[in-house]
Structures are given as structure tokens and as C-alpha cells.
């Protein structure tokens, strides 16, 4: 009976994820949401994978106070069976809905969360993506050097890593910031944009 129970959990899981792919962020949400009320109360793996996947979804359709939580759950499912690499993962994730809200503070304080534990694990790629995700943050409250900062440190680790595109990422926002620096000294208004980007995922769950 429970097999056929998870069989129910898988088909709807890849169905959403089919949802997903072809930007049907409604049917997505649906097919999730559905997955998650058919699982047993102690598949904790997969009640952590499917929260994250449900936040990745609410993002896309713009509910963020909802894809905060939904990541906050992963979290803590994550955090249960503890896995803290993914556990850490949804703080980042947690970190990005707070920007796109503009909520600064949050989302720093959760950005550093993940980077404190992506560091200890020595998670390379990890570590490099929120130090630019904080020098993003940065930036947007006027830290000019801490954000020099911030990206200065991913570069280093993604050129380690080979990751060009995201050390050409890092490299604009730095030239941006040393503009907008360069420019402010000159008593000048400058209104350059600084690069945004973040790198999440919508996984496919089995």
C-alpha cells in the first residue's frame, strides 16, 4: 500500500517538474503541493526536496512571504535528516526571496548563515556564490568596500574553480561599483547598473 502511495508521490513529483519546465508555474505548484499530501509523515528527505522545489515555484509566480516558508521548511527537513549541505542551501535560498523583496537586512543575515556553513564544509562552489550574493547585497545599501570585498573573494574561488561565467559576473559588478565610486568623487550622479544574479534551481524530485 505505501509503495504505491510513493508511486502516487513520484508521478505527481515528475509531473510538476514537467510543469515547471514548460513555465506552467500554476500546474507546478498543484502537482507539488499534491506529492507533498500523499507523503507518509516521516520521508523527511523528501518532504525537505519537494518544500524546496514548492519555493523555487512560488518565486516564479512572485509569492515570496509563501517561498520564504516553504524554504524554511526545507530547511528545517533538511536540518532533521541532517544533511547540512542542503540544509544550508535553503538559508541561501531563504537569503534570495528576502532580495528580491528588498528586505536587505534578511537577507543578508541568512546569506551569511549559509556562508558560515558552506566554509566550515569547505563547499567551494558554495562559498563563492554567496560571497557574491553578499557583495550584491552590499552594493544596494552602499558598502561600496565591503562589496569590493565579497566579490573580490568569489572571484578567487570561481577562478580556482573555472567558473567564467560567473567570474565575468563578478568582474561587471566590481567595474560598476568602481564607476559609480569614481563618479560619486567627481560630485557626478551615476546610475549604473550593478549585475544581479543568483543561481537556483528548480530540482527534480524522485
Not at 544596494?140 to 574561488?157: H, N, S
Request: hydrophobic residues 35%; negative net charge.
Amino acid at each position: 500500500m505505501e509503495q504505491d502511495r510513493l508511486q502516487h508521490v513520484r508521478n505527481k513529483s515528475n509531473e510538476a517538474t514537467e510543469c515547471f519546465k514548460h513555465g506552467d508555474y500554476r500546474g507546478a505548484l498543484n502537482s507539488f503541493t499534491a506529492a507533498m499530501e500523499l507523503l507518509p509523515e516521516d520521508k523527511y528527505a523528501t518532504k525537505a526536496q519537494l518544500s524546496s522545489n514548492i519555493g523555487h515555484v512560488l518565486v516564479q509566480l512572485q509569492q515570496y512571504e509563501a517561498a520564504a516558508l516553504s524554504f524554511g521548511k526545507a530547511h528545517e527537513f533538511f536540518f532533521r535528516i541532517d544533511d547540512r549541505l542542503a540544509s544550508a542551501e535553503q538559508l541561501g535560498n531563504i537569503g534570495s526571496v528576502y532580495r528580491d523583496m528588498e528586505n536587505w537586512e534578511d537577507s543578508l543575515a541568512n546569506y551569511f548563515k549559509a556562508l558560515a556553513i558552506f566554509e566550515e564544509l569547505g563547499y567551494k562552489i558554495g562559498t563563492a556564490d554567496q560571497c557574491s550574493n553578499i557583495g550584491y547585497i552590499c552594493s544596494r545599501q552602499g558598502a561600496v568596500e565591503d562589496a569590493l570585498q565579497y566579490f573580490g573573494k568569489a572571484i578567487d574561488i570561481f577562478i580556482e574553480l573555472g567558473e567564467t561565467i560567473k567570474i565575468s559576473l563578478c568582474e561587471q559588478n566590481i567595474q560598476a561599483l568602481e564607476t559609480l565610486t569614481k563618479k560619486r568623487k567627481q560630485k557626478k550622479s551615476c546610475c549604473r547598473k550593478i549585475v544581479n544574479f543568483d543561481f537556483l534551481d528548480c530540482d527534480d524530485t524522485h
